[in-house]
């Protein structure tokens, strides 16, 4: 029998409306985005109605509860947001057509299992596809793969909330105006596109590694969320190594974020980091990833080189320790299939720890000469 202090169960409010909502749309934006784009063939229709259904859901569950299929809801939802738009602007045509036609079961064809990859994978090659600028691939990228609100994009990034929802609003229209179709791209192009896509993630990693404004040096959250898209790519492309590279070297530089800085916030040089507060696991999975892009048979590339020096310093008990001659030779490697006066500069530090500091003043005075680094 229920007890004395039992009774009617709690009615839903809008504080836990809401936070069912967040969390329903941070695990699943993603996939409910590339399933109404694949479904209505049109993505900036596809984001805008699911936003649309999400803030019909504040209302809804708050008023009725959390319904038994949170995505099933959000997903129908969505699906007559779209049909209503395309009644209104009178398109009739074989889209609608194709999208007002009820299925037996609309929300199985919505989620189809057997596309819901693919349809991740499109949704990244858009966000970061080559019409838009770097700042709206980020930006995109990280509203609608990452299901990050504009407030926390901006704060990450410090910059004006309307900043931020101009660059998405911008990239949206550029993305319908020049017809992006919601596919993957030819597989010929795949690998070239790829390289945006990794670009975009390594961007959005290394600002939260190493903050460009702003009082802290780290913003993990940030970084975390370009861990988290790196995983969800590696799992969609398990066959390329640079996917993993990027893996491989957002875990090995993320690992040692506990050691970074100090109480205050100010920056811990490598050699005077506590090893010991270095995350092991996260040297493991990093070292694990980079075991997966070596074996894959088309060597390292650049995130993949850059890996392999992050990993001599994981496995390094101190900075003396530390091969440096390896380091020399990876950053070689680099400077060969991404030539840069960063890398060269890079080569100079460890080259003056294996060999002395004159071979290393040689490069630096060769990048001066050269005004390869002015500025």
């Known amino acids: 029998m229920p007890g004395a202090g039992d009774g009617p169960p709690t009615p839903p409010t809008s504080e836990s409306a809401r936070r069912a909502v ?34 019909e859901a504040l209302v809804s569950w708050a008023r009725d509860g959390v319904p038994d299929s949170p995505v099933g809801w959000l997903l129908a939802t969505a699906r007559r947001r779209a049909i209503d738009g395309f009644r209104r602007r009178s398109a009739l045509d074989d889209r609608y057509a194709a999208v007002a036609v009820s299925p037996p079961s609309s929300d199985d064809l919505l989620w189809d299992p057997d596309q ?12 970061c596809h080559p019409v838009l600028s770097p700042e709206a691939r980020v930006a995109l990228t990280l509203r609608t ?9 901006a704060r990450a990034f410090l910059v004006p909330v309307p900043t931020i929802q101009a660059r998405i609003t911008r990239a949206k229209k550029t993305i319908a105006a020049a017809g992006v179709p919601f596919a993957l791209p030819p597989a010929a192009d795949r690998r070239d596109r790829l390289g945006g896509v990794l670009s975009v993630l390594y961007v959005i990693f290394t600002e939260g590694s190493t ?6 040096l780290l913003r993990t959250d940030l970084a975390h969320e370009a861990l ?10 398990p066959t390329e190594p640079e996917a993993f590279g990027l893996l ?19 920056a811990v040089l490598l050699e005077d980091q506590d090893r010991r507060l270095w995350d092991r696991s996260a040297i493991r999975r990093g070292q694990a990833a980079l075991d997966r892009a070596s074996s894959l048979g088309r060597g390292l590339g650049p995130y993949g080189l850059q890996a392999a020096t992050a ?10 320790e530390t ?9 070689e490697a680099l400077g060969r299939v991404a030539p840069s006066p960063i890398v060269d500069l890079n080569r100079a530090v460890a080259v003056a720890m294996a060999q002395g500091p004159g071979p290393a003043l040689s490069i630096v005075d060769e990048l001066v000469a050269t005004s390869r680094l002015s500025g």
């Open 248 to 266: 491989a070297l957002c875990e090995l530089t993320a690992a040692r974020f506990p050691a970074r800085t100090a109480p205050d916030g100010s």
């Open 116 to 127: 819901v990859e693919d349809d991740i994978l499109a949704l990244m090659f858009i966000a």
């Open 228 to 237: 988290r898209l790196a995983r969800m790519l590696t799992a969609l492309l």
């Open 22 to 55: 967040e969390a329903v749309w941070r695990i699943e934006s993603a996939r409910i985005v590339s399933a109404l784009a694949r479904y209505t063939g049109d993505f900036p229709l596809a984001e805008d109605v699911a936003q649309e259904a999400v803030a």
């Open 323 to 331: 091969d440096w001659d390896r380091i020399v030779l990876l950053y």
């Open 211 to 216: 903050a460009t404004a702003g009082d802290r």
């Open 145 to 153: 793969v990452g299901a990050l609100s504009s407030e926390e994009i």
């Open 311 to 320: 990993a001599c310093h994981a496995s390094a008990p101190s900075v003396a």
